[in-house]
């Protein structure tokens, strides 16, 4: 297959991976709608053992789930889901915080969150709904690596992955409650929070940074931000 030319397995199954995965996280495949691996297959122009792998890293980040006997489709969460999801979060990023800044935060990694915020402020100038979902993710990624806590980092990146499926799913509803640029001021206030080094600073603005702002009313009352 044409694609399959000149790439090794682990590069075919990134590019499944990074392809369903953009897809998912853009709206271009809904919540609950089947992924087959034949379609997948053709569109891409690879075998179905990449595509196959790729839907497997796909259910450990969340983002597909795997049905006995009725194959493979994106995740659909409940509002239940979504208030331990984002629950957890604000628990996991308090959390990192507190151990960050033990110490002066450390400059590399302080580089890698401003750099984070840097890109949400270019995304908020774009009609990019995916870019300014990565941006978000990448900069919350980056605000719990501060830590230097690698067993931390793996069960948060799952979590944020979740949270940003829903979020793909409610960016027009969001673009409508308040501007890109209102969500770039918010992570800038927190980064700037962060390169102060005062625990309790931080701890302040993540309170105000807030995490719902995704939730529909009917689903979460009264919790926003994001």
């Known amino acids: 297959m044409t694609a399959e030319l000149g790439l090794g397995a682990q590069s075919l199954v990134e590019l499944a991976l990074e392809r369903i995965r953009g897809d998912i996280l853009r709206g271009a495949i809904a919540p609950g709608e089947r992924l087959v691996e034949e379609q997948l297959t053709r569109r891409f122009g690879i075998s179905r053992a990449p595509v196959r792998e790729a839907l497997r890293l796909l259910g450990q980040q969340g983002l597909v789930e795997h049905l006995p006997r ?71 990624v980056a605000l719990v690596a501060l830590a230097g806590h690698r067993h931390l980092l793996r069960v948060y990146e799952p979590v944020i992955m979740q949270l940003q499926l829903y979020m793909a799913a409610n960016m027009r509803r969001e673009a409508e409650q308040r501007s890109p640029a209102e969500g770039a001021h918010r992570h800038r206030h927190l980064f700037e929070a962060v390169a102060s080094g005062d625990a309790a600073t931080v701890l302040a603005a993540l309170a105000g940074h807030g995490a719902q702002t995704y939730l529909a009313p009917e689903l979460s009352p009264g919790l926003d931000g994001a």
């Open 70 to 140: 009725r194959g493979v489709r994106v995740a659909e969460l409940s509002a239940t889901d979504m208030a331990e999801l984002f629950g957890l979060r604000d628990a996991l990023e308090r959390y990192a915080v507190e151990t960050a800044l033990a110490a002066p935060p450390d400059p590399e990694r302080l580089a890698v969150l401003e750099r984070a915020t840097e890109r949400i402020e270019r995304a908020a100038t774009q009609d990019a709904s995916l870019d300014r979902a990565d941006a978000h993710r990448e900069f919350h």
